[in-house]
């Protein structure tokens, strides 16, 4: 099969996390078949893939994606099926199409062609296929690498496939990612009727104040590869069905996406400095996504951007944008870029990918392997 075959047969597996639905035994019979060694690597309800060909010596350059896909909405509102890779007028449909089933085939695709072009490389050369990143994210990428550092397996470099285009692929490789804390922001006051108010205490205008504290705080200017740290009211509710009612309590969701400038520690800290400056009760809980990283451009990032610019054509802006991805536990262990498709209608109903662009991105894939190779 090739990258686009390979890709319409990944989408047919429904791998709604954390089901894997097949997807991946299909891939590692797809590598197996050009000689590499998977290992199955099954952690609670989550299978994951780890395939490896090379002398294990040497360079050792190591992809990683995920076959998982987020829920399909509405079946019945996608044109030709969520699970069903139809192509029409050179695009491809389906669930995962560019988030990112497309990108894990066009590497696997890329792989092969390059054994069989090569022969076994002098070196290593892995994917870390993982069934649980638009999951929880706790039984997958990051075991995995676990399991790796027991086994005494360390890659070099890697490359995650994650979509990091918006209109044209080579527009972006992605070298870092914003962290994100969540807090969850509560206000105690006393149920009563809205006729009289004395006799009651109404939470809600205390909530408003410590939210307008924290909306209104200049965080920072962003920095050298990052954007401004940004906060986003995502809910307020106070579980009030009736409008004569003064609610008992308040209670508020906020995100906050942060740059280099802060941790999750640090970032809380100052929460709590701002929201205590407001001298009222209040009670707050935070869940903890993940710090920022960045991998300092050099060597690695300059083989993939010019590469990147030698097929497309584009100087490739090196950028942090984006949620979170694997990548956030990868960059502990060596160099890791981000480069993809396009990422316009990731997680959409109609989720697709044009095949011009799956064939460009495994010529690319193909190419940043040689590069890697000859270089080292």
Request: glycine share 10%; net charge negative; proline share 5%.
């Given at each position: 099969m090739?990258s686009?075959?390979?890709?319409?047969?990944l989408?047919?597996c429904?791998s709604?996390t954390?089901?894997?639905?097949?997807a991946?035994?299909?891939?590692?019979?797809?590598l197996?078949?050009?000689?590499?060694?998977c290992?199955?690597?099954?952690f609670e309800?989550v299978?994951?893939?780890?395939?490896?060909i090379?002398?294990?010596?040497g360079p050792?350059?190591?992809?990683a994606g995920h076959?998982?896909v987020v829920p399909?909405?509405?079946?019945?509102k996608w044109?030709?099926?969520?699970?069903?890779p139809?192509?029409e007028?050179?695009?491809l449909y389906?669930?995962?199409a560019?988030?990112?089933k497309?990108s894990?085939?066009?590497f696997a695709?890329?792989?092969?062609?390059?054994?069989?072009?090569?022969?076994t490389?002098?070196?290593?050369?892995s994917?870390l296929?993982?069934?649980?990143e638009?999951?929880a994210?706790?039984n997958?990428?990051i075991?995995?690498?676990?399991?790796?550092?027991q086994?005494?397996i360390?890659?070099?470099?890697?490359l995650v496939?994650?979509?990091?285009?918006?209109?044209?692929?080579?527009e972006?490789?992605r070298?870092?990612r914003?962290g994100s804390?969540?807090?969850?922001?509560?206000v105690s006051?006393?149920?009563g009727h809205v006729?009289?108010p004395e006799r009651?205490?109404?939470?809600?205008?205390r909530?408003?104040?410590?939210?307008?504290r924290?909306?209104?705080w200049?965080i920072?200017?962003g920095?050298d590869?990052f954007?401004?740290?940004?906060m986003?009211?995502s809910?307020?509710?106070?579980?009030n069905?009736?409008?004569?009612v003064?609610?008992?309590d308040g209670r508020?969701?906020?995100?906050?996406r942060f740059?280099?400038?802060?941790?999750c520690?640090?970032l809380?800290?100052?929460?709590i400095?701002?929201?205590?400056?407001?001298?009222?009760p209040?009670?707050?809980?935070f869940r903890f996504?993940?710090?920022?990283?960045?991998?300092?451009?050099?060597?690695w990032?300059?083989?993939?951007?010019?590469v990147v610019?030698?097929?497309?054509?584009i100087d490739p802006?090196?950028?942090?944008g984006g949620?979170t991805s694997?990548?956030?536990?990868?960059?502990?262990?060596?160099?890791?870029?981000e480069?993809?498709?396009?990422n316009?209608t990731?997680?959409?109903?109609?989720?697709n990918?044009a095949?011009?662009d799956?064939?460009l991105?495994?010529?690319?894939?193909g190419?940043i392997?040689?590069?890697?190779?000859e270089?080292a």
């Open positions: 090739n686009i075959e390979l890709t319409q047969a989408i047919k429904p709604v954390p089901e894997d639905a097949g991946l035994p299909l891939l590692a019979q797809y197996e078949q050009a000689g590499f060694t290992h199955m690597l099954p309800d299978n994951n893939l780890y395939a490896t090379g002398n294990g010596e050792h350059i190591m992809y076959t998982d399909t909405g509405p079946a019945e044109t030709h099926g969520p699970f069903n139809v192509i007028d050179g695009i389906g669930r995962g560019s988030d990112m497309s894990v085939a066009a695709a890329s792989a092969v062609e390059h054994i069989k072009q090569h022969s490389p002098n070196g290593t050369l994917l296929i993982t069934g649980d638009e999951g994210a706790i997958g990428t075991k995995v690498l676990q399991w790796m550092e086994q005494n360390k890659p070099d470099v890697c496939g994650e979509p990091s285009n918006a209109k044209q692929v080579g972006e490789i070298i870092g914003r804390i969540t807090g969850f922001l509560s006051g006393k149920q006729a009289y009651a205490d109404n939470p809600m205008p909530l408003l104040e410590l939210l307008n924290l909306n209104g200049h920072d200017d920095s590869f954007p401004n740290t940004n986003e009211i809910s307020i509710n106070v579980d069905t009736a409008d004569n003064i609610p008992g508020a969701v906020f995100n906050i740059n280099d400038n802060w941790s520690e640090t809380k800290a100052k929460i400095e701002t929201l205590d400056e407001a001298r009222m209040y009670e707050i809980d996504g993940a710090d920022s990283f960045l991998t300092e451009p050099g060597e990032t300059s083989l993939v951007a010019s610019k030698e097929e497309t054509g802006h090196l950028g942090t949620g694997d990548a956030r536990f990868i960059h502990k262990y060596c160099p890791v870029v480069f993809g498709v396009l316009q990731i997680h959409q109903i109609n989720e990918v095949v011009s799956l064939e991105l495994t010529k690319i894939y190419k392997i040689a590069r890697y190779f270089a």
